[in-house]
């Protein structure tokens, strides 16, 4: 089969469906929510489980379905899964993407759906859904673009295969053990540069894989950024192409080409330009003096930031290992987390992040994207994302990035929930970049004064209401 002028092999559908849903009617039902229970813990989820029934019901929300996971066509494995994470009923990307994944033969699929409404469940379903688990053989690939991604898609194939014989690897930094040859596992996540390596040293054999999944696509596909790598995975794959899958909450015009490209005569889920922002995402700005007041404002925050968890987003690797370690000095509980940092350490920072261990997480775009902590309540753009930080070409300089803007907000506001997000404005620049962003999202950004903090405190209650 010949590459086109763009790199790209004409890719030809695959047919099996091995965990095909069963007739077997054993009956497999959502979980009740636990009503009795009496503790803050519970009392809480209880309340999130009772709003979520109402937005589910709402046709008007992105978690709205009409139907539920039984009519979705998904095995009684997968639905013991769901079940077993509380997932009672799909959200409106699981309901309108799965049907047209699962069907035969497979067909391409270009997703779109706001932060934190679902997609990684509608992805993960259908790896393990194609997956033969009686031949020992590499099925699936998906590739993220973070370590911390990857891991936390992993845990999601994990949970919700946890009723079938699924085998899993990662394809991350220092993670397989030194001198390992071999990868027979039926799913494999990971960070493109470690898949290519994998493949290209056969570690990983594709000669069976059936699908192939994008998480953050745009992202992925970017040419400036890891479309390069993400192309030469693709190139790697059989002959007889898989099913490719591509999922964001973005695609900005300059990637829908090549995403064409990369996923032919896919079926389209897209979103329109004003569905982009989360309603349950409060947005506000403050106008700090200069640099150094936005330090001091990020401190008198402090509270207010360790209500719930907040993550703080930097331009840099070096100021937020700055800010870190002034506001340690200074008595203040945060830890600091970027891609300079070694694997093991990036690791165990997120991981005590997802535990609640720490309450404050200040970093950089590593963890824009895709990051799924319920709690976390609060996101800071200490620094506003900028164009020219994603490598692109010049042009850019000075302009805001929005597409980094929708996904750092979007660790917020998760599956229903309530967040809210500060910018910290200082000057005519970072006040235009800001400008920009309001208007590109039709979203008013709402002032907060930075000198009257029950002011502050009292909007922020109201806003996580
Ligand atoms: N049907 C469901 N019922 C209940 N909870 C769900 C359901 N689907 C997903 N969730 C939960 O919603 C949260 C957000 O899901 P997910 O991380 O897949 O969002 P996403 O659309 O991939 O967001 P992003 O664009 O930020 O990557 C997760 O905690 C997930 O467990």
């Known amino acids: 089969m010949e590459k086109d002028a763009d790199g790209f092999y004409t890719p030809k559908p695959e047919t099996s469906t091995p965990l095909a849903p069963t007739d077997d009617k054993e009956e497999v039902k959502p979980a009740e929510p636990d009503q009795s229970a009496n503790t803050d813990l519970i009392a809480s989820t209880f309340e999130v489980t009772v709003t979520l029934a109402d937005q589910q019901a709402d046709p008007n929300s992105p978690l709205y379905s009409a139907k539920t996971f039984e009519e979705l066509g998904l095995h009684q494995d997968l639905l013991k899964g769901l079940y077993d994470l509380g997932f009672s009923k799909p959200s409106k990307i699981q309901e309108r993407a799965l049907p047209l994944l699962l069907a035969n033969p497979a067909q391409n699929m270009i997703g779109q759906s706001q932060s934190g409404t679902g997609k990684t469940a509608a992805f993960v379903l259908t790896m393990l859904s194609r997956v033969d688990f009686s031949k020992n053989k590499t099925q699936a690939l998906c590739l993220a673009p973070s370590r911390e991604l990857a891991r936390q898609i ?124 989360v309603e349950g995402i409060r947005q506000f700005y403050m106008d700090c003096q200069n640099e150094e007041h936005k330090y001091d404002i990020l401190v008198s925050l402090y509270q207010l930031l360790t209500i719930g968890q907040s993550i703080i987003f930097c331009q840099h690797r070096h100021t937020a290992d700055r800010i870190s370690q002034r506001m340690t000095a200074e008595g203040h509980k945060v830890a600091s987390l970027h891609g300079a940092k070694d694997a093991t350490e990036r690791d165990s920072i997120i991981d005590n992040f997802r535990e609640g261990r720490e309450k404050v997480l200040i970093t950089t775009n590593v963890i824009a994207r895709g990051i799924d902590i ?91 209401k």
Request: aromatic share 6%; proline share 4%; net charge neutral.
């Open 154 to 277: 992993m845990s999601v194939v994990v949970a919700m295969g946890k009723f079938t014989p699924v085998q899993t690897e990662y394809a991350i930094k220092d993670n397989l053990p030194k001198g390992a040859t071999r990868i027979t596992a039926h799913i494999v996540v990971g960070t493109p540069g470690t898949m290519t390596d994998l493949l290209r040293r056969k570690v990983i054999d594709s000669s069976e894989v059936k699908v192939f999944v994008l998480d953050e696509a745009d992202n992925m596909l970017d040419q400036d950024g890891l479309g390069e790598q993400t192309l030469r995975v693709k190139n790697m794959l059989p002959r007889s192409q898989p099913q490719i899958i591509l999922f964001s909450a973005t695609f900005p015009d300059h990637v829908r080409n090549f995403a064409n490209k990369f996923a032919p005569n896919a079926n389209k889920i897209e979103l329109q330009k004003e569905e982009l922002s």
């Open 374 to 464: 319920l709690q976390v309540n609060m996101v800071v753009n200490y620094d506003l994302p900028l164009m020219n930080e994603r490598g692109n070409a010049s042009g850019n300089d000075g302009k805001p990035d929005i597409e980094t803007y929708i996904h750092r907000i979007g660790r917020t506001g998760r599956f229903g929930r309530k967040g809210i997000s500060i910018n910290f404005v200082h000057d005519h620049g970072t006040w235009k970049q800001m400008e920009e962003i309001e208007k590109a999202l039709g979203k008013k950004i709402i002032r907060i004064e930075t000198n009257d903090l029950d002011e502050m405190e009292e909007k922020m209650k109201k806003a996580l």
